[in-house]
């Protein structure tokens, strides 16, 4: 035999050395839950080593993550009922702890990407990403809320705002707002091919924001559909997007490898809340070992094609790759 792939498996340095694919820390987003009070670091029974963190908690994890190497961030509210109405008007309020948060974050440590997360959900007592109206989730009449919420953040100092909605048109008309308020630096990373899946199960516990009537099937994709995709992709990128995402990750790989195609900006994946909680309940029965699954995962997402994974794992990861 004249070829013999097993050659460049022979050890340990030859196999690093023609490598392909490398997940690197700077690839790597940590989303951080975030709650109202003082001394709080609440744990989440569906996302084991996972936790609610009041700021000054958040701030104290934070700093531990940017020891570990992590510098990139994005950050989720729980939003207390009482703070919660049809038309999300906490989200831009002044007095929105979200928002003391991110100029808390960025005061203590201007080094660190900051991303937001702009979608009525949190903030809405329907627990929908858009304004409701008879039972309907009106989409133009949901953009105005969203640039209002957008440049809340903008004015806290966000570095990237992250569109969730999946609102016909929100990319261009959050792009055309943040501008005219003179925040033109900061991004848009979209929310390109979010998907009505059932992994997001543990994210909407850790953050008691389900909707109360319904689902999500009018305004995020169908699991079933590819090219659907291809086409929000298109618009995103038509309206000024810096970023494009597929949420899930892993159940739609083929969606990340597809965008990275045909995209000249970064492509991100989320790995998301279920995808975590998957393989934690995996590896504490037993079943598999998380010092090799975990990573493996977090692999197959970048070799499909994503320049940016926003992850659970990411502190793990850290703490995996310094021993």
């Given at each position: 035999?004249?070829?013999?792939?097993?050659?460049?498996?022979?050890?340990?340095?030859?196999?690093?050395?023609?490598?392909?694919?490398?997940?690197?820390?700077?690839?790597?987003?940590?989303p951080l839950f975030l709650v109202s009070g003082?001394?709080?670091?609440?744990?989440?029974?569906?996302?084991?080593?996972?936790?609610?963190?009041?700021?000054?908690?958040?701030?104290?994890?934070?700093?531990?993550?940017?020891?570990?190497?992590?510098?990139?961030?994005?950050?989720?509210?729980?939003?207390?009922?009482?703070?919660?109405?049809?038309?999300?008007?906490?989200?831009?309020?002044?007095?929105?702890?979200?928002?003391?948060?991110?100029?808390?974050?960025?005061?203590?440590?201007?080094?660190?990407?900051?991303?937001?997360?702009?979608?009525?959900?949190p903030y809405n007592s329907d627990g929908h990403?858009?304004?409701?109206?008879?039972?309907?989730?009106?989409?133009?009449?949901?953009?105005?809320?969203?640039?209002?919420?957008?440049?809340?953040?903008?004015?806290?100092?966000?570095?990237?705002?992250?569109?969730?909605?999946?609102?016909?048109?929100?990319?261009?008309?959050?792009?055309?707002?943040?501008?005219?308020?003179?925040?033109?630096?900061?991004?848009?990373?979209?929310?390109?091919?979010?998907?009505?899946?059932?992994?997001?199960?543990?994210?909407?516990?850790?953050?008691?924001?389900?909707?109360?009537?319904?689902?999500?099937?009018?305004?995020?994709?169908?699991?079933?559909?590819?090219?659907?995709?291809?086409?929000?992709?298109?618009?995103?990128?038509?309206?000024?997007?810096?970023?494009?995402?597929?949420?899930?990750?892993?159940?739609?790989?083929?969606?990340?490898?597809?965008?990275?195609?045909?995209?000249?900006?970064?492509?991100?994946?989320?790995?998301?809340?279920?995808?975590?909680?998957?393989?934690?309940?995996?590896?504490?029965?037993?079943?598999?070992?998380?010092?090799?699954?975990?990573?493996?995962?977090?692999?197959?997402?970048?070799?499909?094609?994503?320049?940016?994974?926003?992850?659970?794992?990411?502190?793990?990861?850290?703490k995996l790759l310094s021993r």
């Amino acid at each position: 035999m004249q070829s013999r792939p097993r050659r460049n498996r022979r050890n340990t340095a030859i196999r690093s050395m023609v490598q392909e694919t490398r997940v690197h820390l700077d690839q790597l987003i940590y989303p951080l839950f975030l709650v109202s009070g003082d001394e709080i670091k609440e744990s989440i029974d569906s996302l084991p080593g996972l936790y609610r963190f009041s700021l000054d908690q958040l701030l104290i994890e934070i700093k531990e993550c940017v020891d570990l190497g992590i510098n990139n961030y994005v950050l989720f509210p729980s939003i207390p009922e009482e703070f919660k109405d049809s038309k999300a008007s906490y989200s831009y309020d002044p007095a929105n702890f979200y928002l003391e948060a991110i100029k808390q974050v960025k005061s203590h440590f201007p080094q660190v990407f900051l991303m937001s997360d702009v979608a009525m959900d949190p903030y809405n007592s329907d627990g929908h990403d858009g304004l409701v109206q008879n039972g309907e989730i009106i989409n133009d009449a949901t953009l105005p809320i969203l640039v209002k919420m957008a440049i809340a953040q903008a004015k806290a100092g966000i570095d990237v705002v992250g569109p969730s909605d999946m609102m016909d048109g929100r990319v261009a008309y959050l792009r055309e707002g943040l501008d005219e308020a003179g925040f033109e630096k900061v991004g848009i990373m979209s929310y390109t091919a979010k998907y009505a899946s059932a992994f997001y199960g543990p994210f909407r516990d850790a953050l008691d924001s389900a909707p109360k009537a319904g689902d999500k099937k009018t305004y995020q994709m169908d699991p079933a559909n590819r090219r659907e995709a291809m086409r929000e992709a298109a618009l995103d990128i038509e309206e000024g997007a810096d970023f494009i995402m597929v949420k899930p990750a892993l159940c739609y790989l083929d969606i990340i490898s597809d965008l990275q195609d045909i995209s000249e900006i970064p492509v991100a994946a989320y790995n998301v809340s279920g995808e975590y909680a998957m393989l934690k309940a995996a590896c504490m029965n037993g079943w598999l070992n998380y010092d090799q699954a975990m990573p493996e995962m977090l692999q197959s997402i970048v070799r499909a094609g994503a320049d940016i994974v926003l992850t659970y794992f990411a502190k793990d990861y850290a703490k995996l790759l310094s021993r």
